[in-house]
């Protein structure tokens, strides 16, 4: 299977470096700056307990693709979308699978409105990982699972191709039966934790020590689950304990990849993954004002980066 990763970024990066090391055919389509460094150098990952691994990568650039691969492997931030699908558009033949792996759920709507629903998948991402200064990727975090699935009843290719060319690389690969669940599931933790912590500037630990802390990180989470609940999607028992777990927690620094975007004073991701939720709320009849203001900081702090 010829796998295109579009966006060698913390994600891209990283879960392509390890399909490459477990002998996948695999290209990178980067821009010409990312192409050139990946080409020359290959992907340094540095790793949690301190090593630094480098792996060969072949990396193309948009003009050199052609429609022959089986699967394109999304992993852009959701603000570079629309010109990630412009520049993947040539490599997406009859039967290529669209694979993405971004937070939040609108870049579907993007995506099958482009590529039919029958060639794209949905996917949820855990990892815990940044882009350093020099182009590396940094794990910092111990999580690596994929899971994916079709979004349409009659897909171009099965998952169980997919999943084979997913599967015994050095990470969790999963095929779900209800991916769009598995996707809001995600969602609702996932844009909980960085409202809560881009909009208090700090990990949720530290939130949920302060006074009135842990009830604002409730509230933002009971918010998320009662949009999820009206767009049909209730998350089940395990998925909030797990989410009132993490949301709750009074010990541990966990943030977001917004939250080191926002903190490194790089663009963030607030309207795919705050701002749609307030949206889908607002058209559901659902209050959601903790989010809207969440929303709000971080429409601000996008405006002032310009
Ligand atoms: N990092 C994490 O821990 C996690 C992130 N996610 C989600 O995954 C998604 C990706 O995030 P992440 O990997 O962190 O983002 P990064 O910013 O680290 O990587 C995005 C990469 O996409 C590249 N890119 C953008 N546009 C194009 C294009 N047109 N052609 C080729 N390459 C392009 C950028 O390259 P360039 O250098 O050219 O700008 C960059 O290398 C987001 O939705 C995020 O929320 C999900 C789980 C965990
Ligand atoms: C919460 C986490 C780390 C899970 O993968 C994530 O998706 C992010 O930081 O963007």
């Given at each position: 299977?010829?796998?295109?990763?579009?966006?060698?970024?913390?994600?891209?990066?990283?879960?392509?470096?390890?399909?490459?090391?477990?002998?996948?055919?695999?290209?990178?389509l980067a821009r010409p700056a990312r192409a050139e460094l990946l080409n020359g150098h290959g992907l340094d990952i540095h790793t949690l307990d301190g090593r630094t691994e480098n792996v060969p990568v072949r990396a193309v650039t948009a003009d050199r693709l052609t429609p022959d691969y089986d699967l394109v492997i999304v992993s852009v931030k959701s603000y570079g979308l629309d010109g990630a699908v412009d520049d993947l558009a040539a490599a997406v033949g009859p039967d290529t699978v669209v694979l993405p792996f971004?937070?939040?759920?609108?870049?579907?709507?993007?995506?099958?409105?482009?590529?039919?629903?029958?060639?794209?998948?949905?996917?949820?991402?855990?990892?815990?990982?940044?882009?350093?200064?020099?182009?590396?990727?940094?794990?910092?975090?111990?999580?690596?699972?994929?899971?994916?699935?079709?979004?349409?009843?009659?897909?171009?290719?099965?998952?169980?191709?997919?999943?084979?060319?997913?599967?015994?690389?050095?990470?969790?690969?999963?095929?779900?039966?209800?991916?769009?669940?598995?996707?809001?599931?995600?969602?609702?933790?996932?844009?909980?934790?960085?409202?809560?912590?881009?909009?208090?500037?700090?990990?949720?630990?530290?939130?949920?020590?302060?006074?009135?802390?842990?009830?604002?990180?409730?509230?933002?989470?009971?918010?998320?689950?009662?949009?999820?609940?009206?767009?049909?999607?209730?998350?089940?028992?395990?998925?909030?304990?797990?989410?009132?777990?993490?949301?709750?927690?009074?010990?541990?620094?966990?943030?977001?990849?917004?939250?080191?975007?926002?903190?490194?004073?790089?663009?963030?991701?607030?309207?795919?993954?705050?701002?749609?939720?307030?949206?889908?709320?607002?058209?559901?009849?659902?209050?959601?004002?903790?989010?809207?203001?969440?929303?709000?900081?971080?429409?601000?702090?996008?405006?002032?980066?310009?």
């Amino acid at each position: 299977m010829r796998i295109l990763v579009v966006g060698a970024g913390a994600v891209g990066g990283y879960f392509g470096a390890k399909l490459v090391r477990a002998g996948r055919d695999v290209d990178f389509l980067a821009r010409p700056a990312r192409a050139e460094l990946l080409n020359g150098h290959g992907l340094d990952i540095h790793t949690l307990d301190g090593r630094t691994e480098n792996v060969p990568v072949r990396a193309v650039t948009a003009d050199r693709l052609t429609p022959d691969y089986d699967l394109v492997i999304v992993s852009v931030k959701s603000y570079g979308l629309d010109g990630a699908v412009d520049d993947l558009a040539a490599a997406v033949g009859p039967d290529t699978v669209v694979l993405p792996f971004l937070n939040g759920m609108r870049h579907l709507d993007v995506l099958t409105g482009r590529f039919g629903p029958d060639r794209v998948y949905g996917g949820v991402c855990m990892v815990m990982t940044r882009l350093d200064e020099r182009g590396g990727i940094v794990e910092v975090g111990r999580i690596s699972e994929l899971v994916y699935g079709p979004l349409s009843d009659s897909p171009v290719v099965g998952p169980d191709r997919v999943h084979t060319a997913l599967e015994g690389a050095g990470f969790t690969a999963r095929s779900a039966e209800d991916i769009r669940q598995e996707m809001w599931d995600k969602w609702i933790f996932l844009a909980s934790l960085g409202a809560v912590t881009c909009l208090m500037r700090a990990p949720i630990g530290r939130v949920n020590r302060a006074p009135g802390g842990a009830e604002f990180s409730a509230g933002m989470l009971a918010e998320a689950v009662a949009v999820a609940t009206a767009a049909g999607h209730p998350p089940g028992e395990r998925i909030l304990e797990f989410a009132n777990d993490v949301v709750s927690d009074t010990e541990r620094d966990t943030s977001t990849s917004m939250y080191w975007d926002l903190t490194h004073d790089n663009p963030v991701e607030g309207d795919h993954i705050v701002g749609d939720l307030v949206a889908r709320g607002r058209a559901l009849g659902v209050p959601t004002p903790l989010f809207s203001l969440a929303h709000t900081h971080l429409s601000v702090y996008s405006a002032a980066r310009g």
